[in-house]
């Protein structure tokens, strides 16, 4: 099988999952898993995740079983702590900001939980490694056209942040940067999820935690402190590059097929640095 029947076979499960898999569903599920979690969708929210995507991470891995399924996801344990401390280093003085300007606190748990830790996880797996990495990676397509089609379905997703049509236009074409800029990371830091699920969770849990305004398109103050994490995670990539870390994304990569990179390739470039 050849890697064009691949993408569309990993593209058309994708869209059956995003837009099908919710009518099966069924709301009786909602209330069972609600009473079970007492209102909190600690289980919910897992379980509605899995079920209509759980599809397309059977195909992506099956569609690539030379390679193990635990690499095709981006979940190699290896980084995992590394990408962690580089994390909670490049989000510090977007915490700090965001505290400086807070007035109210949400300490909830269950909503860092939900909000938080769900969403970077399962969006970075299903949205970054599942699809825009499958796509990139193993069918060998541009970083551009595989970027524009995983980060314009997940700014499409956050469109009901916005409160009037020039927020939410504002909403979807900044979680489309943002979601192509996790992609630039999940790239140059070994196809691995790690870096880009750890500056998700801690950048959705400080605007949580802080309750900043203006849903994914901020305001001014809050936005200047988010920029801070962006540029500290692309000069720390930057860091990794000149210790020897090949670079992944280049001009011959922006639109052209790209010949693969197995982990195994990544492992041996970077055994020095």
């Known amino acids: 099988m050849n890697h064009t029947i691949k993408a569309l076979l990993l593209i058309t499960t994708f869209i059956f999952c995003h837009y099908m898999m919710k009518e099966f569903w069924g709301d009786n599920w909602v209330s069972v898993l609600s009473d079970l979690d007492q209102q909190s969708a600690l289980l919910l929210f897992p379980a509605k995740y899995l079920f209509i995507y759980g599809p397309l991470l059977v195909v992506?891995?099956?569609?690539?079983?030379?390679?193990?399924?635990?690499n095709?996801?981006?979940?190699?344990?290896?980084?995992?702590?590394?990408?962690?401390?580089?994390?909670?280093v490049c989000c510090?003085?977007?915490?700090i900001g965001y505290a400086y300007l807070s007035n109210a606190l949400n300490l909830s748990i269950t909503g860092i939980i939900t909000g938080s830790i769900y969403a970077g996880v399962f969006?970075?797996?299903i949205f970054r490694a599942a699809l825009f990495g499958v796509l990139f990676r193993f069918c060998r397509w541009g970083f551009i056209p595989a970027a524009l089609i995983s980060s314009t379905i997940f700014g499409l997703g956050h469109i009901y942040q916005g409160h009037d049509a020039i927020s939410a236009v504002m909403a979807v074409a900044?979680?489309?940067i943002a979601g192509t800029w996790f992609a630039w990371l999940f790239c140059e830091?070994?196809?691995r999820i790690w870096f880009p699920l750890w500056?998700?969770?801690?950048?959705n849990a400080a605007y949580g935690i802080f309750s900043m305004s203006g849903g994914a398109a901020g305001d001014l103050k809050g936005n200047l402190f988010k920029a801070t994490a962006i540029i500290l995670s692309i000069l720390y990539v930057n860091l990794l590059i000149r210790r020897g870390k090949p670079r992944q994304i280049t001009l011959s990569t922006l639109f052209k097929?790209?010949?693969?990179f197995s982990s195994q390739h990544y492992k041996l470039a970077t055994q020095n640095t």
């Open 189 to 191: 830091c070994g196809y």
């Open 199 to 203: 500056m998700h969770i801690f950048m």
């Open 174 to 176: 900044i979680t489309t």
């Open 92 to 95: 510090t003085p977007m915490v």
């Open 72 to 88: 095709v996801l981006g979940v190699d344990i290896e980084g995992f702590q590394r990408y962690l401390l580089a994390a909670v």
């Open 60 to 70: 992506a891995t099956l569609l690539f079983k030379h390679e193990s399924w635990y």
């Open 123 to 125: 969006e970075e797996i």
């Open 257 to 260: 097929k790209r010949p693969y």
